[in-house]
């Protein structure tokens, strides 16, 4: 079965600051799809950044970049000089050959001004 | 186009009684996934169709549940002889066909008393 872990519920970081989001998956397919969705407080989900598995170069976008480790099958989120609006409840999750999402339990990000 | 959207935003309910939610996905995107998601954790897949057609259902999806897609555009998630454990919120998403990043609605919180 999939799974997405990520190990971390809570992590803080100073505004300004960088800081990393853990997340690791276990699948059987060759091809697939990894994602970090954000979900701010009573608001709904949306997709700050995907990785396709076959593409080696880490994706980025903006302040926000992974580092993806295909063999370690690791998935982790860094987000570069943090602003208070990013706090939020981050999710890793995986999509399979149907496209469905596999999620972790979350991370809530908190920034401290 | 403005997103998915979901009605209604909240609903209270008693044990026993019936509910029903809507979705209305992004206009061109063919597939809809319907997904639960408790406090504190991550969405967890109910189901998704492709155009009209349920392609896929969980576990998590008794026999209480029951989703359709009749056109192929909005979809509906009944829930027969509600009970406190389906509290929860009910997220809807919807992507291309051939698309990756899932679009979601703001969610149907239901509350079961």
């Known amino acids: 079965a999939q799974t997405v872990t990520q190990s971390q519920p809570e992590m803080s970081v100073q505004e300004a600051e960088t800081v990393t989001l853990s997340c690791t998956y276990d699948t059987s397919e060759s091809d697939y799809y990894l994602f970090w969705y954000k979900q701010p407080p009573s608001r709904q989900m949306i997709l700050v950044i995907r990785q396709e598995a076959y593409k080696q170069q880490n994706a980025t976008e903006n302040r926000f970049s992974v580092n993806f480790q295909k063999a370690a099958k690791s998935f982790s989120l860094k987000i570069s000089d943090s602003q208070l609006g990013d706090a939020a409840m981050y999710f890793c999750a995986q999509s399979d050959s149907n496209y469905q999402l596999i999620w972790g339990a979350g991370t809530k990000l908190i920034i401290k001004p | 186009d403005t997103g998915v959207s979901q009605d209604p935003r909240h609903k209270i309910t008693k044990r026993g009684q019936n509910v029903t939610f809507r979705c209305d996905p992004i206009?061109?995107?063919?597939?809809l996934y319907w997904y639960r998601q408790t406090l504190g954790q991550g969405p967890e897949f109910l189901t998704y169709?492709?155009?009209?057609?349920?392609?896929?259902k969980s576990r998590l999806l008794s026999d209480r549940f029951s989703a359709e897609r009749p056109k192929g555009s909005f979809s509906t998630l009944e829930i027969q002889r509600t009970e406190q454990g389906d509290s929860a919120m009910y997220l809807c998403?919807?992507?291309?066909?051939?698309?990756?990043?899932?679009?979601f609605g703001p969610g149907t919180r239901l509350t079961v008393l």
């Open positions: 206009s061109e995107h063919n597939r």
């Open positions: 998403a919807s992507s291309l066909k051939d698309g990756n990043e899932q679009f």
């Open positions: 169709f492709q155009n009209e057609a349920q392609l896929e």
